[in-house]
């Protein structure tokens, strides 16, 4: 066991972190090696709490993945990120994830079954905390898909809220509508234009608007008009993405897929701008507070 911290710690070291991230690891570490050599233990005969420790060599890999110059980083999950690979927040928590998007809501019926759960679990964490839908054109009523997020998405004016991002991209296996939903470049940017003008209407704050280059230029028609709304982009690359239409920067870049093998994977992206780029995706606090 020693030998394996000793090991993890020279990985660390060689990996370009911030001075908080630093502190987190160096903790928690110091808690790993007194549990190696008995410092801190319980008296004898008293059972020591339970606790769950971060996976070290998770921890390495996150933050050796994480793009240069980005270090303010966090996830975005859904059902997906359940059972085989279900979230561990000590291991998010050690790795410095600041934030967390979970998937509410998709259509006009569905709703996540884990969303109250995992929204709650990463408040609790002391994470920010933001809610996104997964838009479908193919169904049509854009402000009933709109309604319908609104009422189960956790809303709180509380300065640790994101904004709500909105899931553009090309439909999942299942969905047999083609690549733009069966829609002509004019409909989708009228169903999108209306879809989040209803968001924003409700909230107060313009939406973040989640998708990748590849899709929206070809399906929107390269459609320009939505430029000054908050961009997560999908690219996974270890550049600077390249970006869709109207948009000449990002608010949040999603890096790597759930589905890339590793150990606790998940959707994981950076923040364009650190500390200060994510507070500026929080909503502002209550007047007064």
Not at 99 to 111: I, M, P, Q, R, W
Not at 173 to 179: P, Q, R
Request: with cysteine; proline share 9%.
């Amino acid at each position: 066991m020693l030998e394996r911290l000793v090991e993890v710690w020279e990985r660390l070291r060689r990996i370009d972190l911030t001075r908080r991230q630093r502190r987190g690891l160096a903790f928690v570490l110091l808690v790993l090696f007194g549990s190696v050599w008995g410092v801190g233990s319980a008296p004898p005969g008293k059972p020591p709490p339970p606790a769950e420790a971060p996976s070290l060599e998770a921890v390495a890999a996150i933050l050796a993945g994480r793009p240069a110059g980005f270090p303010v980083g966090g996830i975005d999950i859904s059902s997906h990120d359940h059972g085989r690979n279900t979230v561990h927040w000590p291991t998010e928590v050690a790795a410095g994830s600041r934030f967390v998007y979970v998937k509410a809501t998709e259509g006009t019926s569905y709703v996540n079954p884990h969303f109250a759960a995992d929204y709650e679990a990463a408040r609790k964490a002391g994470r920010y905390v933001g809610a996104y839908v997964y838009a479908r054109p193919d169904k049509g009523d854009p402000l009933g898909q709109a309604d319908h997020f609104l009422r189960h998405a956790r809303f709180t004016r509380d300065a640790r809220t994101l904004v709500p991002f909105v899931d553009l991209e090309w439909p999942y296996d299942g969905i047999k509508a083609g690549d733009c939903y069966g829609l002509t470049p004019a409909q989708l940017r009228d169903w999108i234009h209306a879809f989040i003008g209803r968001i924003e209407a409700a909230v107060g704050r313009k939406p973040m608007i989640y998708t990748n280059t590849y899709w929206w230029d070809p399906c929107t028609g390269g459609d320009a008009s939505f430029g000054s709304y908050p961009l997560d982009i999908a690219n996974y690359t270890k550049k600077n993405p390249k970006l869709p239409a109207g948009w000449s920067t990002f608010a949040l870049w999603q890096y790597l897929p759930g589905d890339s093998g590793q150990r606790h994977s998940h959707d994981r992206d950076v923040v364009n701008g650190g500390e200060d780029g994510l507070r500026a995706l929080a909503w502002p606090p209550p007047p007064g507070g």
